[in-house]
């Protein structure tokens, strides 16, 4: 059969899998106080026939968020709710990454602890972008993102350190890998592209230091799951509505990628084509003829 090598196993890192089908992150907005439970437990449960589940994105701490009714994964609630999902995808056999998720200036203050500003490496708004909000009334919907503030430099630190605890509380949690978010105009992604990081510190201008922060996330997780657990999603081509194209080329985040990419260790980068809409692994995995 054409497919009978898709259903053999194979190796991803150290992490031994049953297929070779991946299930794609899949941005639901089905926790409406961020705190996976039973419904959570039967979704995942139900895919567990994939050689390894993707999680939904998960925000790393309330400041991450851009979306309502998103999971997290900054509390002992989070995360206990998270081990029953694990406990019951590993209960049929199956294995569970978790996505690690900060949106950065994809966010308003709707969504935002204290109604405070998102954060982002320069203070420029997505112009055309929408994030997921919960209005007075009760109702949740789409609405366009608000200005973010710059980080301060010092700052940078403590959210390497946010990636650094999501991913302890993940491995608490039983996941077999964590996938650091670099993609979809999210804030790893906004420090990689040119049109989006306008920083005259350490973390902006040319591609090493463009590079610098969304590695030293990598490091941080690598510290806690070893670099054969670590895998990384980027974006090869950006969506122009996030990324105003006028003034960001894309080899900024082609670069950018290749920098992830070549990161010593790591075995499973996830490429997102064309805004998302295609996903391979582009190196660390065996091919499918082999």
Sequence with gaps: MAYETLFTPTTLGSLNIPNRVIMAPLTRSRTPDSVPGKMQEAYYGQRAGAGLIISEATNISPTARGYVYTPGIWTDEQEAGWKGVVNAVHAKGGRIALQLWHVGRVSHEMVQPNGQ?????????????????????????????????????????????????????????????????????????????????QRTDQYGGSLENRARFPLEVVDAVMEVYGAERVGIRY???????????????????????????????????????????????????PRADA
């Design 117 to 197: 500003q998102p954060v982002a490496p320069s203070a420029l708004k997505g112009e055309g972008a929408q994030c997921f909000v919960e209005f007075e009334d009760g109702t949740a919907g789409q609405h366009p993102t608000s200005t973010p503030r710059a980080l301060e430099t010092d700052e940078i630190p403590g959210i390497v350190d946010d990636y650094r605890q999501a991913a302890i509380r993940a491995k608490r949690a039983g996941f077999d890998m964590v996938e650091v978010h670099a993609a979809n105009a999210c804030l790893l992604n906004q420090f990689l592209a040119t049109g989006t990081n």
């Design 235 to 285: 974006d090869a081509v950006y969506r122009a509505v996030w990324f105003d194209r006028r003034r960001s080329g894309s080899d900024g985040v082609l670069h950018g990628g290749a920098a992830l990419q070549a990161r010593p260790g790591l075995p499973a980068p996830e490429r997102a084509e064309l805004g998302g809409r295609r996903h391979h692994l582009p190196c660390g995995f």
